[in-house]
């Protein structure tokens, strides 16, 4: 399975990343990507980024080194209401919105139940594109609510290669996910999640538990970066 894009890095920005935006985009270009999401943590998370960094990414090229780059955010999903912490007019400027459960980032949910009821509202928010690490065991959730929610709303969760090497115990819960999402219709996302340059692109690990689930190329949003732009566009993005 090839992919075109990776839709979930992180640069120095997110202040437990390693990499600047060139080198993130080198990489990306060296590996044959088309498209590249920068997606840094905001200032929930310690040592995120001040808003303004968000803002500022007005003044980024479309186009780095012949790679698509698009602007974006992982943001934190804090409660049951509107899902993520971010005011709507920095969303509004993002071209993608990624949504996830972060420790140390202002959730205070305990239990399945009130977990779900989170991410099923971060789901059914307009301005939210892809739910990340949803397989992540330190915030369970009802998965099949999740993929669900997701096929309702027309969202796409997320397959998390790093999940693989920083949480290892995910790996039981990701491939209940991608067999649920199979089962259900519902589109995937298989990102790096990189917090240096030498993982962009590097997807291994989500690809093979992908295959081994039963999914399509065609069901995995980031195999064609045509696909990621109409995916976008349906959400009012143009990119």
């Not at 808003?51 to 698509?68: C, T």
């Not at 997807?203 to 093979?208: H, M, N, R, Y």
Request: hydrophobic residues 40%.
């Amino acid at each position: 399975m090839k992919l075109e894009a990776d839709l979930h890095t992180h640069t120095i920005a997110s202040g437990h990343a390693y990499s600047t935006l060139n080198e993130m985009v080198a990489t990306a270009r060296e590996k044959g990507l088309k498209m590249l999401a920068i997606t840094d943590h905001d200032n929930r998370m310690p040592g995120g980024p001040d808003l303004e960094y968000f803002f500022n990414m007005a003044i980024w090229p479309r186009e780095i080194q012949g790679v698509r780059v698009l602007r974006g955010v992982e943001t934190n999903i804090v409660d049951d209401v509107r899902g993520v912490d971010l005011p709507e007019e920095l969303l509004d400027r993002m071209d993608i919105v990624l949504a996830g459960f972060h420790a140390d980032a202002g959730y205070l949910g305990h239990s399945v139940e009130e977990n779900t009821r989170a991410m099923v509202a971060a789901l059914r928010n307009p301005k939210v594109h892809i739910i990340t690490h949803p397989g992540n065991p330190r915030f369970p959730v009802d998965l099949k609510k999740v993929v669900l929610a997701a096929k309702e709303y027309g969202k796409v969760l997320e397959i998390n290669n790093s999940s693989f090497l920083v949480r290892p115990k995910s790996a039981p819960r990701c491939l209940e996910l991608a067999r649920l999402a199979r089962r259900y219709g519902v589109p995937v996302a298989i990102n790096s999640d990189a917090h240096i340059c030498f993982q962009v692109g590097d997807c291994s690990e989500a690809v093979q538990l992908a295959v081994q689930a039963g999914i399509e190329e065609d069901a995995v949003l980031n195999s064609s970066a045509v696909r990621v732009r109409d995916y976008l566009a349906r959400h009012g993005k143009v990119i």
